[in-house]
């Protein structure tokens, strides 16, 4: 008879091998209850796995990834941006569109929901800018060569009223605007108002001080914000006077029905 030859494995006494012990103990310590009392620390995958798994998921399915209703009010803001951009551009008289009017579109929009103090020049701390030298020694009459001096010369007639530069009167009011917190509107002629347009709704109204107090602020800041942005559109179409149609421009932009 023809013997094969048999191949014998080698022994391990009866044992597992060692590697596969350490594994199982591995799985049953996993495979066990929790700790009580303590964290149980997450799971870290390796550096990648996570965007795979994302970048498989979003590409089996066919849905959009940016939330409606915040696209739809980027999309109306963009379009309403453009709208008031294209109004600008007709104000100043153009057809193209450029990068100002756009500045002026958007400047007008912030400055309906935040308004800013905006001064109008430099200020000197209170006090009028000093002229230069020359301009004083200008103004200085040349000293008398006849030994009589104009001083013991009086005045007769009526004194030639003094002519500002423009602009300096104009530039000091807003200063003294800025600097104070009180009222411009007289209090009686605005309360006439308010009870005059009241009765239109109804009868017999009436007001408290602090009421009506309340509606004159409103009323003269909005005046104030409303001439702000008239103004720069004014400056849009390189202009130093206010005219109606600036207003109506600054109404639209805002969104206020005319």
């Given amino acids: 008879m023809a013997r094969t030859k048999q191949i014998v494995r080698k022994s391990t006494g009866g044992k597992a091998p060692r590697k596969q012990l350490v594994a199982a103990i591995h799985a049953a310590a996993r495979k066990s209850a929790p700790c009580i009392g303590g964290v149980k620390k997450p799971h870290r995958y390796r550096p990648g796995t996570v965007a795979l798994r994302e970048i498989r998921k979003y590409q089996k ?20 941006l453009f709208k008031d951009t294209n109004l600008c551009a007709i104000h100043s008289k153009r057809v193209t569109v450029m990068s100002k009017d756009v500045q002026l579109a958007r400047r007008i929009q912030i400055d309906k929901m935040a308004r800013t103090k905006q001064t109008a020049r430099k200020s000197t701390g209170g006090k009028a800018p000093r002229k230069p030298l020359r301009a004083i020694a200008a103004v200085m009459p040349a000293p008398s060569s006849r030994g009589v001096a104009r001083k013991s010369v009086p005045f007769i007639g009526v004194k030639k009223p003094r002519r500002h530069r423009p602009g300096t009167v104009a530039l000091r009011e807003i200063r003294k605007y800025q600097k104070n917190t009180e009222l411009l509107i007289r209090k009686l002629p605005f309360q006439r108002l308010v009870r005059e347009i009241a009765q239109h709704f109804k009868h017999d109204m009436r007001f408290q001080s602090h009421a009506v107090l309340a509606l004159q602020e409103a009323a003269e800041a909005y005046l104030v914000g409303l001439f702000e942005d008239t103004n720069l559109c004014a400056i849009h179409s390189k202009r130093v006077t206010i005219m109606s149609k600036d207003v109506q421009l600054a109404r639209r932009i805002r969104g206020e029905r005319l």
Avoid: C, G, S
């Avoid at 399915?61 to 309403?80: D, G, H, Y």
């Fill in 61 to 80: 399915n066919t849905e959009l990834l940016i939330r409606k209703l915040p696209f739809q009010r980027l999309v109306r803001e963009i379009a309403q």
